[in-house]
Protein backbone atom coordinates (compact mmCIF):
# COMPACT_ATOMS: atom_id res chain seq x y z
CA UNK A 1 0.00 0.00 0.00
CA UNK A 2 1.29 3.43 -0.95
CA UNK A 3 1.55 6.10 1.43
CA UNK A 4 0.16 9.23 0.51
CA UNK A 5 2.87 12.11 0.22
CA UNK A 6 1.45 14.30 2.91
CA UNK A 7 2.34 11.26 5.66
CA UNK A 8 5.67 11.79 5.08
CA UNK A 9 6.19 15.68 5.17
CA UNK A 10 4.26 14.95 8.52
CA UNK A 11 6.97 12.63 9.36
CA UNK A 12 9.43 15.16 8.44
CA UNK A 13 7.77 17.83 10.33
CA UNK A 14 7.76 15.90 13.74
CA UNK A 15 10.90 14.38 13.80
CA UNK A 16 12.41 18.15 12.59
CA UNK A 17 10.90 19.29 15.79
CA UNK A 18 12.43 16.65 18.44
CA UNK A 19 15.76 17.44 17.29
CA UNK A 20 15.24 20.73 17.32
CA UNK A 21 14.55 20.44 21.27
CA UNK A 22 16.72 17.93 21.19
CA UNK A 23 19.28 20.39 20.29
CA UNK A 24 18.22 23.17 22.58
CA UNK A 25 18.12 21.01 25.18
CA UNK A 26 21.73 20.10 24.42
CA UNK A 27 22.37 23.39 24.56
CA UNK A 28 20.98 24.35 27.51
CA UNK A 29 23.10 21.75 29.26
CA UNK A 30 26.11 22.81 27.90
CA UNK A 31 25.48 25.97 29.17
CA UNK A 32 24.81 25.14 32.69
CA UNK A 33 27.55 22.55 32.90
CA UNK A 34 30.34 25.18 31.34
CA UNK A 35 29.11 27.42 34.25
CA UNK A 36 29.92 24.67 36.81
CA UNK A 37 26.72 22.87 37.41
CA UNK A 38 27.73 19.15 38.18
CA UNK A 39 24.35 17.99 37.28
CA UNK A 40 24.79 19.52 33.93
CA UNK A 41 28.45 18.43 33.59
CA UNK A 42 27.47 14.36 34.48
CA UNK A 43 25.04 14.45 32.14
CA UNK A 44 26.45 16.18 29.47
CA UNK A 45 29.21 13.50 30.01
CA UNK A 46 26.03 11.07 29.19
CA UNK A 47 25.24 12.41 26.67
CA UNK A 48 29.16 12.11 25.23
CA UNK A 49 29.68 9.17 26.29
CA UNK A 50 27.03 7.53 24.61
CA UNK A 51 26.57 10.04 21.81
CA UNK A 52 23.16 11.53 22.17
CA UNK A 53 22.94 14.40 19.83
CA UNK A 54 26.64 15.00 19.71
CA UNK A 55 29.68 12.51 18.41
CA UNK A 56 30.87 9.88 20.96
CA UNK A 57 33.49 10.89 22.78
CA UNK A 58 34.93 8.98 25.59
CA UNK A 59 37.74 11.12 26.42
CA UNK A 60 35.01 14.20 26.62
CA UNK A 61 32.82 12.09 28.93
CA UNK A 62 35.53 11.42 31.43
CA UNK A 63 36.73 15.19 31.24
CA UNK A 64 32.41 16.24 32.71
CA UNK A 65 32.37 13.24 34.54
CA UNK A 66 35.30 14.40 36.18
CA UNK A 67 34.16 17.95 37.12
CA UNK A 68 31.28 17.02 38.16
CA UNK A 69 32.56 14.13 40.32
CA UNK A 70 35.44 16.67 41.90
CA UNK A 71 32.45 18.93 42.91
CA UNK A 72 31.16 15.14 44.83
CA UNK A 73 28.09 14.66 42.85
CA UNK A 74 27.71 11.03 43.26
CA UNK A 75 26.21 9.77 40.09
CA UNK A 76 29.25 11.75 38.48
CA UNK A 77 31.73 9.68 40.36
CA UNK A 78 30.13 6.01 39.86
CA UNK A 79 30.19 7.00 36.20
CA UNK A 80 33.85 8.14 36.35
CA UNK A 81 34.67 4.92 38.18
CA UNK A 82 32.98 2.99 35.26
CA UNK A 83 35.17 4.76 33.09
CA UNK A 84 38.42 3.66 34.95
CA UNK A 85 37.27 0.21 35.20
CA UNK A 86 36.53 0.05 31.57
CA UNK A 87 39.75 1.71 30.30
CA UNK A 88 37.33 4.03 28.12
CA UNK A 89 38.50 7.81 28.02
CA UNK A 90 41.27 7.08 30.16
CA UNK A 91 43.86 4.09 30.58
CA UNK A 92 42.60 1.07 32.72
CA UNK A 93 42.96 1.61 36.17
CA UNK A 94 40.84 -1.25 38.70
CA UNK A 95 42.16 0.79 41.77
CA UNK A 96 41.07 4.16 40.93
CA UNK A 97 37.76 2.85 40.03
CA UNK A 98 37.59 1.76 43.45
CA UNK A 99 38.22 5.05 44.73
CA UNK A 100 35.50 6.81 42.86
CA UNK A 101 32.97 4.21 43.40
CA UNK A 102 34.08 4.26 47.28
CA UNK A 103 33.19 8.18 46.87
CA UNK A 104 29.82 7.72 44.93
CA UNK A 105 28.95 5.21 47.82
CA UNK A 106 29.77 7.32 50.25
CA UNK A 107 27.83 10.38 48.64
CA UNK A 108 24.89 8.19 48.62
CA UNK A 109 24.73 6.81 45.16
CA UNK A 110 23.79 2.65 45.97
CA UNK A 111 24.99 1.36 42.56
CA UNK A 112 28.84 2.46 43.70
CA UNK A 113 28.21 0.49 46.72
CA UNK A 114 27.21 -2.69 45.03
CA UNK A 115 30.16 -2.10 42.29
CA UNK A 116 32.32 -2.06 45.59
CA UNK A 117 31.10 -5.43 46.52
CA UNK A 118 31.57 -6.88 43.37
CA UNK A 119 34.76 -5.74 43.09
CA UNK A 120 35.89 -6.69 46.22
CA UNK A 121 34.18 -10.53 45.50
CA UNK A 122 36.28 -10.57 42.01
CA UNK A 123 39.20 -10.02 44.25
CA UNK A 124 39.88 -6.82 43.08
CA UNK A 125 41.03 -4.56 45.93
Known amino acids: MKRPFSFFICLLLFFGTVNAN ?3 KLEEIQL ?7 QAQNKLGVFYEIGLGIDRDDCEAVKWYRL ?8 AQFNLGEMYEEGRGVQQDKPTAKAWYIEACKNGWECGCKKLQFLD ?3 CG
Open 121 to 123: DDG
Open 68 to 75: AAEQGYAE
Open 22 to 24: ARE
Open 32 to 38: KAGQGNA
